[in-house]
Every structure is written in C-alpha cells, then in structure tokens.
C-alpha cells in the first residue's frame, strides 16, 4: 500500500480546483449510495477506509488497521484486474451536479511507471460532484476513457460515471470514494461528528440499505486457484494467467495459490489438495507473521514419480485467527 499523506492532498487537490468553498452550512448530509455497482464481500470489497489516527500511524473506524497514513477515502477493491477489464461501474453516490472531470490516464500499476510520473496527478481519471449546502464527492482512479459526465451536468443518485480503473497513484484496480463537506473530509461511516475514541456512536452516511452491504469486514478472501507448469507470481495470477489451467500428465507440479486481503500477525494459513477420490494430496500450515495489507501466497507439490491420480482436484484454502476460520476459498481443476 501506498503510505503516505498523498491521497489528501490529491483529493483535495482535484476539489479546490473544481469550486471554492464557502463558509459553514448547518444542512442534512446526503444519505449516499453504494459509488460501485458491485457485491460487496464477493465481486469488491473495501481494502482501505479513511485514517482516524491523527499520529503518524493509522487506523479505520472500527479500530482495525483497514487504512493508512492520512488515507482520507474509502477504496472500494476489485478482486483482481480481470474484473476491471470485463468493466465495473462507477454510479453517483447521490444527486448532484459534475464540477470537474479528468479522463485519458493510462491504468498502470504505479510500481511499473514509477510514482514521480503521476504524483501531481495521484487521483487518476476523476470525476467530482457537488451536492450542495458544500457537500462534495470524488470518484478516483477511474478507467481510461470510461468517464461518461461532463462539467455542468446534472446526475442522480446511481447514476453511471464511468468505470473502476488502475490510474494514478494506485497498485491495485479500485475506487477511491471521498467525502468532503465545506472543504473537510468526512468519514461516511462516522459521519459528520469528529471521531475520538474506539465503540463511540455514529452516524454514518450511507442510505439504511448501503450501511448493511457495508458491514466491516476486516479480512477477505480475494481470489484463488491452481497453477501447473510454473510457480504462480502475484501479478500474473492477478490478470488471469492461470484461469484456464488444467493438470496433464506431463505436468511438473501443482501448486494451489491464494490472494487474501486483512491478514492479521499470527493468523494460520492452511493450504488442502484432494485427488478425484477425495484423497489428501496435500495438506499444510503455516503461521504468518506480521499485518499484511495484502497477502499472495501458494503452496504445493511436485508430479510424483508415478504420476498424478485421477481427478478432478479440489483446492482449500483457509484462514483462521484466534482459532476461528476466517476466510475459505475453494477452487477445483479439471484433467485433461
């Protein structure tokens, strides 16, 4: 993750130039709308909420460690950059009127192009709208010509503004959701009160049935499945180079990858492969250590001397805390 107090800055950035605020207005907040026209916990899910430790360090509303330094948005994920390619719509979290738009940014892993060619850009494709009364929403590192409003123009709430993309400051396909109100970030799942401690009362500002879709969810299971000819990158997994694996018979190995979001130091990784019979082929875990943001792991076999049973294969993987199983991916592979 990008750690640093950049995306205030972008964000602001991209809403100063698109209006002056005027002074404090005592009016009702939007009740917002899910900005992503997704699932959440099954085809998105929310990697980073806005930062609510005022220190050097971070963390989100729940007190979890779902942020970091000077994060002021909320990054609703895709699972991965296949589900970016097929398009997945950006809508307007409530009705407004477009102040600014930016489109024509390449989507590129920022690790691949280098951070200094877009830090005066760090928002990427962008469109941001005014509500009223100084309520103002931005809609970041959208896809390369997905934008579909113009400066001017009147939306309504779920209305389609583009797609989620890869542009800007970003290392994962997403939308970076901000919320300001006369100039200052406003946390949607706290609302307008300012946040001073663990378990105080809030008042979020999503709409009754976009607060229950977006139950805290602090790890999820991002993607998984099966490589057979080399050892699986997170890169490559993550744009689909193992989607259509099958096992042959001259297959070297077997290998059984995961790609899990919120893993927690101490957390148990265990990694299962069963044959066609439902026979262990493979069955092994491993303690993690320290908080991963993201974490991209496989484990598996080799092709034994006698050659692969008979399929299909089953892949499990989970992940537990505290004794509890917290994430479960399976994933099956057909014989050829």
Same mark, same amino acid.
């Given at each position: 993750?990008?750690?640093?107090?950049?995306?205030?800055?972008?964000?602001?950035?991209?809403?100063?130039?698109?209006?002056?605020?005027?002074?404090?207005?005592?009016?009702?907040?939007?009740?917002?709308?899910?900005?992503?026209?997704?699932?959440?916990?099954?085809?998105?899910?929310?990697?980073?909420?806005?930062?609510?430790?005022?220190? $050097? @360090?971070? %963390?989100?509303? &729940?007190?979890? *460690? !779902?942020?970091?330094? =000077?994060?002021? #948005?909320?990054?609703?994920?895709?699972?991965?950059?296949?589900?970016?390619?097929?398009?997945?719509?950006?809508?307007?979290?409530?009705?407004?009127?477009?102040?600014?738009?930016?489109?024509?940014?390449?989507?590129?892993?920022?690790?691949?192009?280098?951070?200094?060619?877009?830090?005066?850009?760090?928002?990427?494709?962008?469109?941001?709208?005014?509500?009223?009364?100084?309520?103002?929403?931005?809609?970041?590192?959208?896809?390369?010509?997905?934008?579909?409003?113009? $400066? @001017?123009? %009147?939306?309504? &709430?779920?209305? *389609? !503004?583009g797609e989620? =993309?890869?542009? #800007?400051?970003?290392?994962?396909?997403?939308?970076?959701?901000?919320?300001?109100?006369?100039?200052?970030?406003?946390?949607?799942?706290?609302?307008?009160?300012?946040?001073?401690?663990?378990?105080?009362?809030?008042?979020?500002?999503?709409?009754?049935?976009?607060?229950?879709?977006?139950?805290?969810?602090?790890?999820?299971?991002?993607?998984?499945?099966?490589?057979?000819?080399?050892?699986?990158?997170?890169?490559?997994?993550?744009?689909?180079?193992?989607?259509?694996?099958?096992?042959?018979?001259?297959?070297?190995?077997?290998? !059984?990858?995961?790609?899990?979001?919120?893993?927690?130091?101490?957390?148990?990784?265990?990694?299962?492969?069963?044959?066609?019979?439902?026979?262990?082929?493979?069955?092994?875990?491993?303690?993690i250590t320290?908080?991963?943001?993201v974490w991209?792991?496989?484990?598996?076999?080799?092709?034994?001397?006698?050659?692969?049973?008979?399929?299909?294969?089953?892949?499990?993987?989970?992940?537990?805390?505290?004794?509890?199983?917290?994430?479960?991916?399976?994933?099956?592979?057909?014989?050829?």
């Open positions: 993750m990008i750690r640093a107090a950049i995306a205030t800055a972008l964000t602001a950035s991209l809403l100063m130039g698109a209006l002056g605020f005027a002074g404090p207005a005592a009016a009702e907040a939007p009740a917002f709308e899910l900005p992503v026209a997704c699932r959440i916990g099954e085809t998105c899910f929310v990697q980073n909420y806005v930062d609510e430790d005022s220190g $050097p @360090g971070w %963390r989100d509303h &729940a007190c979890g *460690r !779902l942020s970091y330094d =000077g994060h002021d #948005g909320t990054d609703f994920r895709l699972p991965d950059y296949t589900a970016m390619d097929k398009g997945v719509a950006v809508l307007a979290a409530a009705a407004g009127t477009v102040l600014r738009v930016r489109d024509g940014m390449e989507d590129v892993n920022v690790n691949v192009i280098g951070r200094d060619t877009v830090m005066k850009v760090g928002g990427g494709n962008a469109v941001i709208i005014d509500h009223g009364d100084g309520w103002q929403t931005a809609y970041l590192h959208m896809k390369r010509g997905s934008v579909a409003v113009t $400066p @001017g123009q %009147r939306v309504e &709430a779920g209305q *389609r !503004l989620v =993309g890869l542009s #800007g400051l970003t290392e994962f396909p997403h939308l970076h959701f901000g919320v300001r109100h006369n100039g200052a970030v406003v946390d949607p799942f706290v609302g307008q009160q300012p946040f001073t401690a663990c378990g105080q009362p809030m008042t979020p500002l999503w709409n009754a049935a976009t607060a229950k879709a977006l139950a805290y969810r602090p790890t999820a299971g991002l993607s998984a499945g099966f490589a057979t000819r080399r050892v699986p990158e997170a890169e490559p997994a993550r744009h689909g180079e193992f989607a259509a694996e099958v096992l042959t018979p001259d297959a070297p190995l077997l290998v !059984l990858w995961s790609d899990i979001m919120g893993v927690r130091d101490g957390d148990t990784q265990r990694i299962r492969i069963l044959d066609g019979d439902g026979r262990t082929l493979f069955d092994n875990s491993k303690g320290g908080d991963k943001a991209f792991a496989y484990q598996g076999l080799k092709r034994p001397a006698s050659g692969w049973p008979k399929g299909p294969y089953k892949g499990i993987v989970t992940l537990a805390r505290d004794g509890k199983t917290v994430v479960t991916l399976e994933r099956q592979l057909d014989v050829r």
